[in-house]
C-alpha cells in the first residue's frame, strides 16, 4: 500500500500527518512554533525553526504510521499564507525573520498606496485590498529595511518566497523555486486573471521579479525531495494555501459551496467556479487551485483573530489553563451576560478592513465574571464569520444552504451550536477536523496518479455532526445588532499611534 504525507505548516505549529487511500489519518506529529513580538504590532517567526519543526514532524509521522519513504506515493504541502520570507539564493540562509501574516508594521505603506489612488489598480489585478495582510508589501518592507537587501536583489541574489516555497526549497536542497497558484494570489504581485506575476505591480512596490518563484499548478508533481532529507526522494505533487486547501479537503468543489476553518485566524472561502467574482463587500478574490492552465476562483473573508482570542485568554489574561478549558467555563453560563469581545487586536479584517480597530470588551458590569468573558470571546468567532457570510452572500447572490466546517477550533459544541443559531443554517463538522492536510494530500494524491480522478476521492462517504439553529429571526438580529455596536466602538482606534 501507497500512502500520502501531507506537511501543513500553520502560524503557530507545524503538522505533518500520513494519509491511507480512504482519507484516513495513520500517523500524526505536530511541533509548536514561537512567535516573536519586537514592536507592538509586529509579528515575526524564525524561518529555520519553521522548516526543522516541519522536517521533524513529517519524519515523526512517517515512523508512527510504520510508513517508509518508498512507500509515501506523495506529499503535499499546505501552509500559513502571506507570511514573508527572504533568503540568500547562494547559501539558502534567510536574511531576517520571517514577517507573519498577522504583521501591522506596513499600515502607513497601505496608506500610502491608497491616497496615491492605487487601490483600485491593485484589486483589479489582484482580486486583493491594499492591507498589510498581504505578502507585497512586507516584502518591500524587507528591501527597505534589511541592510544591502535591496542591492543584493536586484543583483540577483536573493529569493522571496511564502512559506510553501521555503519549504520547497529546504526539501529539495535548494533545486526548486516555486509557488502554486493559490499562494502567488496572496502577495499583491500576481494578476489572477492572466496567472502570472505582474510587472506594473512589481514595479509599483519595487520587487525584482527575479525575486519571485516559479508558478506551477497546485496538483502535479513539481519535483522531488533530495534523497538525504528522508532517505528516498519523494515527489511533490501538491501546493495549496491552507485556506484553499480546506476548501478541496472538504471537497467544497462546485460553485456556491462554502467552508469555514477555525483555527488561529477563521477563514470563510465560497467556491465560485472558473468565474473571479468581484467584490463590492469588503471580501476578496482568490484563485483557489490551479489544475494545469485551469485556474478556479473562490470569494473570501478573512478574520484575523480567532482560535488565539483563546489563546489570548489563556496566556495573556490566565482565566483558562488550557484552551480545552473554554468551553466548560463558557458552558457554566446562560449566555454572554452582556458582554461583548471584539478581538481585534491585529486590526479587522473582511468586511471591516480596519487596521487601526483594537480588542475592545464591552458590556461589563459588577456581576461579569471570567464565565460571561470566556463565552463573549467564542461567540466573537461566530460573529465575525456572520459578518463575512452576509458580504459573501451579497457578492455572489447565492444564499448559504449550509456551512462545512474544519480547524481546531470547530471541536467546540458551544461555538459550532452558536454559530449555526447566529447564521440561521446548519453547521456540518466532519469527525476529521484536519481539512487543510487532507485537501494537501488529495491534492498530491491527484497530481501523483495516486488517484485517477476526483471520484475516486468522493468515494468513501464520511462521518459527520450537523448542529441546527435553535434561533428565531428576530433573537438573532438583535444580537447581531448588539455585536455591530461594539464593533463599531472598536474601530480606528489606534489611528495617529500606530
Avoid at 515512523?63 to 501552509?79: H, M, Q, R
Avoid at 521579479?209 to 532517505?231: D, I, N
Avoid at 460553485?255 to 485566524?265: L, R
Avoid at 451579497?394 to 458551544?414: N, P, T
Amino acid at each position: 500500500m501507497k500512502f500520502l504525507l501531507a506537511l501543513d505548516q500553520g502560524t503557530t505549529s507545524s503538522r505533518a500527518i500520513v494519509f491511507d487511500g480512504s482519507g484516513d489519518a495513520r500517523g500524526v506529529a505536530q511541533r509548536e512554533t514561537r512567535q516573536i513580538y519586537p514592536e507592538a504590532g509586529w509579528v515575526e517567526q524564525d524561518p529555520l525553526e519553521i522548516w526543522q519543526t516541519q522536517c521533524e514532524c513529517a519524519h515523526q509521522a512517517l515512523a508512527s504510521a510504520g510508513v517508509t519513504p518508498g512507500e509515501a506515493a506523495a506529499i503535499g504541502i499546505t501552509n500559513q499564507r502571506e507570511t514573508t520570507i527572504v533568503w540568500d539564493r547562494r547559501t539558502g540562509d534567510p536574511i531576517c525573520n520571517a514577517i507573519v501574516w498577522q504583521d501591522r508594521r506596513t499600515a502607513a505603506l497601505c496608506e500610502r498606496l491608497k491616497t496615491q489612488g492605487l487601490e483600485a489598480l491593485f484589486r483589479g489585478r489582484t482580486g486583493l485590498v491594499l492591507d498589510p495582510y498581504f505578502s507585497g508589501t512586507k516584502l518591500r518592507w524587507i528591501l527597505d529595511n534589511v541592510d544591502g537587501a535591496r542591492r543584493r536583489a536586484e543583483a540577483g541574489g536573493l529569493c522571496f518566497g511564502t512559506v510553501d516555497s521555503w519549504l520547497v526549497w529546504k526539501l529539495t536542497a535548494g533545486r526548486l523555486h516555486v509557488t502554486d497558484a493559490s499562494n502567488a494570489s496572496r502577495t499583491l504581485l500576481f494578476n489572477i486573471h492572466i496567472g502570472d506575476w505582474d510587472d506594473k505591480l512589481l514595479g509599483l512596490l519595487g520587487v525584482p521579479r527575479s525575486m519571485l518563484p516559479k508558478v506551477v499548478a497546485s496538483s502535479g508533481v513539481a519535483g522531488e525531495t533530495a534523497p538525504e532529507v528522508f532517505g528516498g526522494a519523494i515527489p511533490i505533487a501538491g501546493i495549496a494555501g491552507d485556506q484553499q486547501a480546506a476548501l478541496f479537503g472538504q471537497r467544497c468543489v462546485m460553485p456556491g459551496m462554502v467552508k469555514n476553518t477555525y483555527g488561529t485566524g477563521c477563514f470563510m472561502l465560497m467556491h465560485t467556479g472558473e468565474r473571479a467574482v468581484d467584490s463590492h463587500k469588503g471580501l476578496l478574490t482568490t484563485v483557489a487551485w490551479r489544475f494545469g492552465g485551469r485556474r478556479e476562483f473562490a470569494l473570501e473573508g478573512s478574520v484575523f483573530i480567532a482560535g488565539a482570542a483563546v489563546q489570548w485568554l489563556r496566556d495573556g489574561l490566565g482565566v483558562i489553563r488550557e484552551a480545552r478549558e473554554v468551553d466548560a467555563l463558557a458552558a457554566s453560563v446562560p449566555d454572554n451576560g452582556g458582554v461583548y469581545v471584539v478581538p481585534a487586536f491585529a486590526g479587522l479584517g473582511a468586511p471591516h478592513w480596519d487596521p487601526h480597530a483594537r480588542g475592545t470588551i464591552l458590556g461589563l458590569t459588577r456581576g461579569s465574571t471570567s464565565a460571561h468573558l470566556a463565552r463573549a470571546t467564542l461567540e466573537s468567532i461566530a460573529y465575525q464569520t456572520a459578518d463575512i457570510l452576509e458580504a459573501m452572500q451579497a457578492d455572489s447572490g447565492i444564499a448559504l444552504r449550509e456551512l462545512r466546517v474544519d480547524g481546531g477550533a470547530a471541536r467546540s459544541d458551544l461555538l459550532m451550536q452558536f454559530q449555526a443559531d447566529i447564521l440561521g443554517v446548519p453547521v456540518v463538522r466532519p469527525n476529521l477536523l484536519e481539512a487543510t492536510a487532507l485537501g494537501a494530500a488529495y491534492l498530491a494524491g491527484l497530481g501523483s496518479g495516486y488517484w485517477p480522478d476526483a471520484a475516486a476521492i468522493d468515494a468513501p462517504e464520511k462521518a459527520h455532526r450537523v448542529f441546527q439553529p435553535r434561533l428565531g429571526d428576530a433573537e438573532r438580529g438583535q444580537l447581531r445588532a448588539e455585536w455591530l455596536r461594539a464593533v463599531a466602538r472598536a474601530k480606528d482606534w489606534a489611528r495617529g499611534v500606530d
